[in-house]
């Protein structure tokens, strides 16, 4: 018969051994569902890359972009004294407004004077014409007297032999005939002068020089009204009235943000396959993802930024340490989205370049591409 301390040693046995089974167990489950959680994760993976291989469009995207813009400088073209200025900064101007108004005092008072030397010149070679008619007739009236001269020395030398006419009559024939052939010479020079000075008005030297001057003056005159050269924004106005300015003075900047860009810096590990035409789509921090832009790529910089930079990136001290460089794209935006979602200079965007659609580039002159086209990767450098 058993003793308690053998029935208590077997009950701590059988529970111990219960318990290492238990734990066995549950180890061998953990181990069960961590390999299926690996194979499923495994999967997943798998077919995530044969999606995005064959599924998904091939795209490249960067959020280091921002809007950009040719500014318009405006300069006057000549010295004076600011009259009045028109606009003001943030204030929207089109082509042609005037924006800055010079005193026309002197500018005026120039063209009168040489509105006055035209006038005095064209008078003065209308003068010179008439003279030239007037010698012309003095030519003609030269011509009739050898004419008759000549007719009266053939007269007389008819009846010469007649002794009617004596031979100093026929003498002082010859002597007319001679005098009036001289007359008619130097005749023929006056007019030949006269028709020099006299050119005809429009290739006249002095007309020429006379109507040169007061186009001059007329477009000093109009140049007082400084006008802006393309349609936008008025930005960093620096005219005050009462300035005195002098021709190539900076004004003010306008910005054409109907004609507005975005360069956008993708990585050197990105631009292998870009190339222009790519159909770009884009979102900008004002607007969010709700308004989607478009464009296309227009072209691929020349350098990094760091090749243009002031300091050059070469280190000669031994310490380098690799930076992944960035290359500038130039994106081309569409117009009429401009201007239903007008964008600024300096807006941050997000540009995705679709690697495997492109658009069919403007024919010259015009403002935009005709179409979206798909078509297979177009070959040539980047």
């Known amino acids: 018969m058993a003793t308690v301390d053998e029935i208590l040693g077997r009950s701590i046995a059988d529970a111990i051994s219960a318990s290492l089974e238990i734990r066995q167990a549950r180890l061998k489950l953990r181990a069960l569902l961590l390999r299926g959680f690996a194979f499923s994760l495994a999967l997943v993976a798998t077919a995530y890359a044969i999606y995005e291989w064959q599924v998904t469009p091939a795209i490249v995207s960067t959020d280091d972009a921002y809007v950009g813009a040719v500014f318009a400088q405006v300069t006057p073209q000549i010295d004076g004294t600011i009259g009045a200025v028109r606009v003001h900064d943030t204030q929207y101007v089109h082509k042609g407004d005037v924006l800055v108004t010079l005193d026309p005092k002197d500018a005026q008072l120039d063209f009168e004077a040489a509105k006055a030397t035209y006038e005095q010149a064209l008078r003065r070679v209308?003068?010179?014409?008439?003279?030239?008619?007037?010698?012309?007739?003095?030519?003609?009236?030269?011509?009739?007297?050898?004419?008759?001269?000549?007719?009266?020395?053939?007269?007389?030398?008819?009846?010469?032999?007649?002794?009617?006419?004596?031979?100093?009559?026929?003498?002082?024939?010859?002597?007319?005939?001679?005098?009036?052939?001289?007359?008619l010479s130097i005749a023929e020079n006056q007019l030949a002068a006269k028709r020099a000075l006299a050119a005809p008005t429009p290739s006249n030297p002095e007309i020429l020089a006379a109507s040169t001057n007061l186009e001059r003056a007329r477009l000093r005159l109009?140049?007082?009204?400084?006008?802006?050269?393309?349609?936008?924004?008025?930005?960093?106005?620096?005219?005050?009235?009462?300035?005195?300015?002098?021709?190539?003075?900076?004004?003010?900047?306008?910005?054409?943000?109907?004609?507005?860009?975005?360069?956008?810096?993708?990585?050197?590990?990105?631009?292998?396959?870009?190339?222009?035409?790519?159909?770009?789509?884009?979102?900008?921090?004002?607007?969010?993802?709700?308004?989607?832009?478009?464009?296309?790529?227009?072209?691929?910089?020349?350098?990094?930024?760091?090749?243009?930079?002031?300091?050059?990136?070469?280190?000669?001290?031994?310490?380098?340490?690799?930076?992944?460089?960035?290359?500038?794209?130039?994106?081309?935006?569409?117009?009429?989205?401009?201007?239903?979602?007008?964008?600024?200079?300096?807006?941050?965007?997000?540009?995705?370049?679709?690697?495997?659609?492109?658009?069919?580039?403007?024919?010259?002159?015009?403002?935009?591409?005709?179409?979206?086209?798909?078509?297979?990767?177009?070959?040539?450098?980047?």
Request: glycine share 10%; proline share 5%; charged share 20%.
């Open 126 to 183: 209308q003068q010179e014409v008439a003279d030239a008619d007037a010698a012309e007739g003095n030519v003609l009236a030269k011509r009739s007297l050898v004419a008759q001269a000549e007719q009266q020395l053939r007269r007389r030398t008819g009846i010469r032999q007649s002794g009617v006419v004596a031979a100093e009559e026929i003498s002082n024939s010859r002597s007319a005939l001679d005098a009036s052939k001289y007359a």
């Open 222 to 382: 109009e140049r007082t009204s400084i006008r802006a050269p393309v349609e936008g924004i008025v930005a960093q106005s620096r005219v005050q009235i009462g300035q005195q300015i002098s021709a190539g003075t900076e004004l003010m900047t306008l910005v054409p943000i109907r004609q507005l860009f975005v360069d956008a810096n993708f990585k050197e590990s990105q631009i292998v396959h870009i190339r222009p035409g790519q159909l770009v789509t884009l979102t900008s921090d004002i607007y969010g993802s709700g308004r989607t832009f478009h464009g296309y790529v227009e072209g691929v910089g020349g350098g990094t930024g760091a090749a243009f930079a002031i300091i050059p990136p070469q280190n000669a001290t031994g310490n380098w340490i690799k930076v992944v460089q960035r290359l500038p794209i130039r994106i081309a935006l569409d117009p009429d989205e401009l201007k239903d979602g007008p964008l600024r200079v300096g807006i941050s965007m997000t540009a995705d370049v679709h690697l495997d659609r492109y658009v069919s580039l403007p024919r010259q002159g015009a403002s935009k591409p005709e179409e979206l086209a798909l078509r297979p990767d177009a070959s040539g450098v980047y």
